[in-house]
Every structure is written in C-alpha cells, then in structure tokens.
C-alpha cells in the first residue's frame, strides 16, 4: 500500500469535519442536512457521500487530516458497519486521537444502549441515536460538536 498523500487546502473555520455514510447504507439526504448544519456553524465540511468502502473513509481521514469525522446512517445497520470501521481508524496512528462520532438509526432490534456502549468501548468518542419529539440526538451533537470548536 503506498503513503496517503496529504491534501493541499488550508485550514479554515473552527473546525474541519469529514462526514460519511457507512458501506451498507445508500440514504444520503442525512449526509446532506449534516453537511448543511455543519456549515451554518461555520465548519468546513468534506461529504464523502454514502455506500462508502471503509479503506476509502479511513484514508480520506489521514488525506484531509480532518478535527471530527462524522458518520451517519438511517437504514438501521449501521451499528453492523460502524465497529469494523472504528477499529479501523483507530489502528492507524495518525487517527488515533481523532474525534469520531456516529449517530442516527443504528438498529432495528432495539438494545440502543447497549448499542451505544460498544461502539464507544470500541472506539468513537460520542454516539447519538435518532431521537424522538425534540430530538435529543440533534442537540447533544450540536452540543458535542460546539464542545470541540472551543478546546482546538
């Protein structure tokens, strides 16, 4: 495997965010809002879109050399994809301290928190499930994401 070569753009807005979907989830309507909201804080987004290959997601993070990596997923297997690519990333040393977070519909059987506990014993530091009436998924990301662009 040859080197990642680091992309050449400068650093800009608080923080520089990779989002993605996972390998098994098409949806990208979810990417786009996240995109979206993102930029309106005044974050400089790389989407990497949907159905993306784990290789292709862990090297666009040592390319782009990003401050949070953002995965999301609606179709509800997303729990099965995200431990593979969180032992991925996270065995490369120079994402080894990235921040990396998932969220949205991860399952389909119910368990979300155990769910969550193991995604985060494996390795992502926040995970936001789809919340129901005010959405508290939505705002504990937000929250989350605020957190980082004051400690950079």
Do not use: Y
């Amino acid at each position: 495997m040859k080197p990642v070569e680091r992309a050449d753009r400068p650093r800009s807005g608080p923080l520089d965010v990779v989002v993605t979907g996972l390998p098994s989830d098409a949806h990208t309507w979810n990417l786009v809002f996240i995109q979206l909201l993102l930029e309106d804080l005044g974050h400089k987004v790389v989407n990497l879109g949907s159905c993306v290959p784990q290789d292709e997601i862990v090297e666009s993070c040592c390319k782009f050399e990003p401050d949070l990596l953002v995965v999301s997923s609606v179709n509800g297997h997303g729990f099965n994809d995200a431990r593979p690519l969180i032992e991925a990333v996270r065995s490369r040393w120079e994402l080894a301290s990235l921040p990396a977070v998932i969220g949205g519909k991860l399952g389909v059987g119910g368990g979300e928190q155990e769910q969550a506990t193991e995604l985060m014993r494996a390795g992502f530091d926040a995970v936001f499930q789809d919340g129901s009436g005010d959405r508290p998924g939505f705002a504990a990301f937000t929250s989350f994401v605020g957190s980082l662009a004051v400690t950079r």
